[in-house]
T-cell receptor
Framework: AQSVSQHNHHVILSEAASLELGCNYS??????LFWYVQYPGQHLQLLLK??????LVKGIKGFEAEFIKSKFSFNLRKPSVQWSDTAEYFC????????????FGIGTKLQVIP | NAGVTQTPKFQVLKTGQSMTLQCAQD?????MYWYRQDPGMGLRLIYY???????DKGEVPNGYNVSRLNKREFSLRLESAAPSQTSVYFC???????????FGQGTRLTVV
């Protein structure tokens, strides 16, 4: 079955530290990839997306992600986190095929300590 | 620019009661979705509607029904609420299947 894995469930970083959140999916076909962020008490917002083209995608607030097809991965990165990045981050994958529905990972809670 | 609007924001139900969660979007999107969010389980799709007049089951449809009333509105109904349905419910919409989703603010539902 198609699935999305986020391996880091809870990450704690100090301000200015670098961030990398892992996302892997299980599917050999074409995918569209997303990272969403949910700030405390708020709804999900799109950080960035990959449909095709350059596998290094830049999003809002200094975030970027790299699609590595051979590794079925779409890891989220930020060189220097801020306290305001404290949130939950969700990787999401749209698998091609019969069902055009997005599958979400379980999320990674990021806590940035001032 | 309202985007996706959900009502109510909070609700407490007794076991066995029924209720309808309302969702409306003003972006002229074709596809709409209902998700539930539970700790440690991420977002799970309950139902979705690819276009007006069509609905389909997602990953966890049991205990729920939906209605795509028109292009703007997509409601979720709990006929007989159970404590296992305590969750945060998010409605979302997208222009078409293969584009990013825009989410509402969520409904926090507690079933006692």
């Amino acid at each position: 079955a198609q699935s999305v894995s986020q391996h880091n469930h809870h990450v704690i970083l100090s301000e200015a530290a670098s961030l990398e959140l892992g996302c892997n999916y299980s599917y050999g076909g074409t995918v569209n990839l997303f990272w969403y962020v949910q700030y405390p008490g708020q709804h999900l917002q799109l950080l960035l997306k990959y449909f095709s083209g350059d596998p290094l995608v830049k999003g809002i607030k200094g975030f970027e992600a790299e699609f590595i097809k051979s590794k079925f991965s779409f890891n989220l990165r930020k060189p220097s986190v801020q306290w305001s990045d404290t949130a939950e981050y969700f990787c999401a994958v749209l698998f091609s095929g019969g069902y055009q529905k997005v599958t979400f990972g379980i999320g990674t809670k990021l806590q940035v300590i001032p | 620019n309202a985007g996706v609007t959900q009502t109510p924001k909070f609700q407490v139900l007794k076991t066995g009661q029924s209720m309808t969660l309302q969702c409306a979007q003003d972006m002229n999107h074709n596809s709409m979705y209902w998700y539930r969010q539970d700790p440690g389980m991420g977002l799970r799709l309950i139902y979705y509607s690819a276009s007006e007049g069509t609905t389909d089951k997602g990953e966890v449809p049991n205990g729920y029904n939906v209605s795509r009333l028109n292009k703007r509105e997509f409601s979720l109904r709990l006929e007989s609420a159970a404590p296992s349905q305590t969750s945060v419910y998010f409605c979302a919409s997208s222009e078409r299947d293969r584009s990013e989703a825009f989410f509402g603010q969520g409904t926090r539902l507690t079933v006692v």
